[in-house]
């Protein structure tokens, strides 16, 4: 029979083995650790706009391909994110134990000016004219019950409210991407290029941004040692390393379309310009409806 069934094509694999072995295979396969995926993060950090090309050149099985790439990335920034603030809050449940008498007289300056109420006042002004006046009406009550938690929750542990949303990140940056390809395109309208081209090259991109603010997390973290020598040294490596980006971004543009520094510069800065707006204005309505309805 070989590696594979002659039927079916399922690959001829014991699993009767030791959990270990096997746990290892899953995390394997799915972050792909092997010569690929170090291969794929080289040239994603170090070549704009290469892996792009190389993936319309039709040489993709030497490569992540980008989904799984962005995906795989994302994972391991916010696994590192959230092993970072439970750092944070335990240092933050051991201080509080010195803070106990503050916080109740914070608490009564707090009753004073209820932070409900301006959020209560929006949610009433509400009325949606596709809807009737009863679904209105639950509308509204279930936003208001779901407002009132989530402030209530930021108030008691802010730090643990923002990490329960972090979860949400990805789908955001995800459902972002085909709208921030499609502003590409209508940039390079004229460069003959398809849609495609441009949600590959932007999801290369994304992938490249989060795993800048990922080593730069990293750099964090030892910058918190206050050793001398070394935060300063790691300081102005993190400093480059953010130059590094916006330099990389442009490239991208430049090595992928093959249009002149000027022009690409131009167009840089009006999609960086675009990218700005589109964004403000996603993360303002997707963060509303996370907060009024999840």
């Not at 051991?94 to 006042?121: K, Q």
Request: hydrophobic share 45%; aromatic share 16%.
């Amino acid at each position: 029979m070989g590696n594979y069934c002659g039927n079916c094509g399922q690959e001829a694999k014991e699993l009767r083995r030791p959990f270990f072995r096997l746990s290892r295979e899953a995390i394997s396969s799915l972050f792909e650790l092997d010569g690929r995926s170090f291969r794929t993060l080289f040239y994603l950090l170090t070549k704009p706009a290469h892996l792009s090309k190389e993936y319309f050149s039709g040489r993709r099985m030497q490569y992540t391909p980008p989904l799984r790439l962005f995906l795989v990335i994302s994972v391991s920034f916010f696994l590192l994110v959230s092993f970072y603030t439970s750092i944070r809050s335990m240092e933050g449940i051991l201080s509080a134990n010195h803070e106990i008498s503050g916080e109740e007289v914070s608490a009564s300056t707090d009753d004073e000016e209820d932070p409900l109420a301006p959020t209560l006042a929006f949610v009433e002004s509400i009325n949606l004219p596709f809807f009737d006046e009863q679904t209105n009406t639950n509308l509204r009550r279930a936003m208001s019950a779901q407002a009132e938690t989530n402030i209530n929750s930021m108030i008691e542990d802010p730090s643990e409210f923002f990490r329960g949303y972090l979860e949400y990140i990805t789908v955001f940056i995800l459902l972002m991407i085909p709208l921030l390809a499609l502003i590409q395109k209508l940039i390079y309208i004229r460069s003959g290029h398809f849609y495609v081209e441009h949600l590959v090259l932007t999801l290369h991109n994304h992938a490249f941004i989060i795993s800048i603010v990922f080593v730069n997390s990293l750099i964090d973290l030892v910058n918190g040692s206050r050793i001398p020598i070394i935060s300063s040294a790691f300081g102005y490596l993190g400093a480059a390393i953010y130059i590094w980006m916006w330099v990389y971004l442009f490239l991208s543009l430049k090595n992928y379309f093959q249009q002149g520094y000027g022009i690409t510069l131009l167009k840089y800065l009006t999609t960086t310009i675009l990218y700005g707006f589109t964004l403000g204005f996603g993360v303002t309505v997707f963060a509303g409806i996370l907060f009024f309805l999840f």
